[in-house]
């Protein structure tokens, strides 16, 4: 039998549906328990897909290692976007993002 894939709220944010329930863990992690995204590019909006098969914790940091607030939204399990603002526009920078 199929899992079923849990229910957003109906809450759209940038077209995707946005789940506000807490996800919690039904399995032991296996496999990889850490991966790090390098954007070389300037860009506003990071699209990540990662091999973690869960909602990992994001910590971006720009390339002086200082840390950067972004909106990340969760696409899947294997996929997360974050998107970068100030002041209202959005702006783009190079970096690093560490799933854990």
Known sequence: MAKKKPKGTGINYLGKEVLTAPQVMT??????????????STKAEWVIVH???????????DSADTVVQGTVVYNSNKQLTVTFFSNGASTGFQGKAYLN
């Open 51 to 61: 091999n973690l098969n869960r909602f990992p914790s994001v910590t971006v940091v």
């Open 27 to 40: 399995s032991p992690i296996v496999g990889d328990i850490t991966f790090t995204f390098n954007q070389n």
